[in-house]
């Protein structure tokens, strides 16, 4: 009997089908749109990028000029920026700048900051679903459900949201640049940094370990598909404005010098006056020595060992007493997932309980410093997650760089 191959055409209830998830995904995006525009004032890491984007199409105005700043504290602040308040300085490459152009066509600046919202609240979603594909885990459904939730509703990504930050489009980029990296997908690896080399207080550490780790394999492809992208986002760049690489660099110089934002060395020494500075540079120096030595591992780490590091590098960054934002540390999703992953899959039945409560802790220990308004909490509040992060990976180290599981293991496990 002669069977014949499945068709490959769709069938009407294929249709019917995408028509149905299209109809639910533009309904709830417009739902989120609305929801959106009831947010409190806010919004500058947008705002600074829609401003300057729509300045310079329509009025010609350098986007790193000193009127960008002034016109996005007015939209944030009604007024000049206070002391300790972020100044909203554009320090973002020219040649990124496009991807703001479709918002700056919008002249209503909360109309552009709400639909922008919806698109990092969707990119969150994407981050806490890669987050969990990346670890390689058949996570319980129940646990699943709850990842997603505090992956969403978490102080960090709520942050996030409220001050669009394109961190959470980044993290999903980061995660999308790792499960390319798994897959073999390097000319997309590839693109993916090219379009992330921006807000190098996130991942800068990560960049360059991907970059090292794709040279000294050999992946010419990832080169290739970095260098093409970002050849032709800058040759754009310099074709609609020539002179733009000077004042960009200007404008990172004196968002260096604001005052405004986290660092270890700032949060320990409003924490511990009389040994905070020493602490900082112990906590920096021993990050840099750590990162060094997975670093130099890299050339003949497997995967899992590349994972890992990565999802360190990640938690490092906001330690290496560069001045960075809370909203910044959403991010690391990415090693939370292995963190729970590993600690569930190891010691299974007390494993979940343990998972259950590290995730609480986590959930719950920002939101309740938040709104009990402890001395410190911003300080505290900033530390505290890469920190545990940091624990976190070290502790289960030894399990995620093991080869899968042998046959005495399963048999521990049953046990």
């Given at each position: 009997?002669?069977?014949?191959?499945?068709?490959?055409?769709?069938t009407?209830?294929?249709?019917?089908?995408?028509?149905?998830?299209?109809?639910?995904?533009?309904?709830?995006?417009t739902?989120?749109?609305f929801?959106?525009?009831?947010?409190?004032?806010?919004?500058?890491?947008?705002?600074?990028?829609?401003?300057?984007?729509?300045?310079?199409?329509?009025?010609?105005?350098?986007?790193y000029?000193?009127?960008?700043?002034v016109?996005?504290?007015?939209?944030?602040?009604?007024?000049?920026?206070?002391?300790?308040d972020?100044?909203?300085?554009?320090?973002?490459?020219?040649h990124?700048?496009?991807?703001y152009?479709?918002?700056?066509?919008?002249?209503?600046?909360?109309?552009a900051?709400?639909?922008y919202?919806?698109?990092?609240?969707?990119a969150?979603?994407?981050?806490?679903?890669l987050?969990?594909?990346?670890?390689?885990?058949?996570?319980?459904?129940?646990?699943?459900?709850?990842?997603?939730?505090?992956?969403?509703?978490n102080?960090?990504?709520?942050r996030?949201?409220?001050?669009?930050?394109?961190?959470?489009?980044?993290?999903?980029?980061y995660?999308?640049?790792?499960?390319?990296?798994?897959?073999?997908?390097?000319?997309?690896?590839?693109?993916?940094?090219?379009?992330?080399?921006?807000?190098?207080?996130?991942?800068?550490?990560?960049?360059?370990m991907?970059?090292?780790?794709?040279?000294?394999?050999?992946r010419?492809?990832?080169?290739a598909?970095?260098?093409?992208?970002?050849?032709?986002?800058?040759?754009m760049?310099?074709?609609?404005?020539?002179?733009?690489?000077?004042?960009?660099?200007?404008?990172?110089?004196?968002?260096?010098?604001?005052?405004f934002?986290?660092?270890?060395?700032?949060?320990?020494?409003?924490?511990?006056?009389?040994?905070?500075?020493i602490?900082?540079?112990v906590?920096?120096?021993?990050?840099?020595?750590?990162?060094?030595?997975?670093?130099?591992?890299?050339?003949?780490?497997?995967?899992?060992?590349?994972?890992w590091?990565?999802?360190?590098?990640?938690a490092?960054?906001?330690?290496?007493?560069?001045?960075?934002?809370?909203?910044?540390?959403?991010?690391?999703v990415i090693?939370?997932?292995?963190?729970?992953?590993?600690?569930?899959?190891?010691?299974?039945?007390?494993?979940?309980?343990?998972?259950?409560l590290?995730l609480?802790?986590?959930?719950?220990?920002?939101?309740?410093?938040?709104?009990?308004?402890?001395?410190r909490?911003?300080?505290?509040?900033?530390?505290?997650?890469?920190?545990?992060?940091?624990?976190?990976?070290?502790w289960?180290r030894?399990?995620?760089?093991?080869?899968?599981?042998?046959?005495?293991?399963?048999a521990?496990?049953?046990?």
């Amino acid at each position: 009997m002669n069977f014949q191959p499945p068709s490959k055409s769709l069938t009407r209830r294929d249709y019917q089908f995408i028509a149905l998830v299209s109809i639910l995904f533009l309904a709830v995006s417009t739902g989120l749109v609305f929801a959106n525009l009831s947010l409190p004032r806010g919004g500058g890491d947008f705002l600074v990028h829609w401003a300057g984007a729509r300045g310079f199409l329509f009025e010609r105005v350098d986007p790193y000029s000193g009127e960008i700043p002034v016109r996005v504290q007015r939209l944030v602040y009604e007024d000049s920026a206070g002391a300790g308040d972020e100044p909203y300085i554009l320090d973002s490459p020219f040649h990124l700048l496009p991807f703001y152009y479709p918002f700056a066509l919008l002249s209503d600046p909360q109309v552009a900051r709400a639909i922008y919202a919806m698109l990092l609240e969707w990119a969150l979603i994407g981050l806490a679903l890669l987050s969990l594909r990346l670890t390689g885990w058949e996570a319980p459904r129940w646990f699943a459900v709850l990842f997603f939730l505090f992956c969403v509703l978490n102080f960090y990504a709520f942050r996030a949201v409220l001050e669009a930050s394109p961190v959470l489009l980044l993290g999903l980029i980061y995660a999308g640049m790792l499960l390319a990296h798994q897959t073999g997908q390097d000319e997309l690896l590839g693109a993916l940094m090219a379009v992330s080399v921006y807000y190098w207080e996130v991942g800068l550490p990560f960049l360059l370990m991907v970059a090292w780790r794709s040279y000294k394999e050999g992946r010419v492809r990832v080169l290739a598909g970095f260098f093409m992208l970002s050849f032709v986002l800058l040759a754009m760049s310099f074709l609609t404005y020539p002179n733009w690489l000077i004042p960009y660099l200007r404008a990172g110089m004196n968002n260096l010098r604001a005052d405004f934002g986290f660092s270890t060395f700032a949060s320990l020494e409003l924490i511990l006056p009389s040994y905070g500075r020493i602490l900082a540079w112990v906590v920096t120096v021993v990050l840099v020595v750590a990162l060094g030595y997975e670093w130099n591992a890299l050339p003949s780490a497997d995967d899992r060992r590349f994972y890992w590091t990565a999802c360190l590098a990640l938690a490092s960054a906001p330690l290496l007493g560069f001045r960075t934002e809370m909203e910044h540390l959403a991010v690391l999703v990415i090693p939370l997932a292995l963190v729970f992953a590993i600690i569930y899959d190891r010691w299974k039945r007390a494993g979940a309980v343990f998972t259950v409560l590290l995730l609480l802790v986590v959930f719950g220990l920002p939101w309740a410093a938040y709104f009990l308004a402890l001395p410190r909490y911003g300080e505290v509040t900033f530390l505290f997650l890469p920190l545990f992060t940091i624990i976190g990976l070290y502790w289960i180290r030894w399990w995620a760089l093991r080869p899968p599981r042998v046959w005495a293991d399963l048999a521990a496990r049953q046990s």
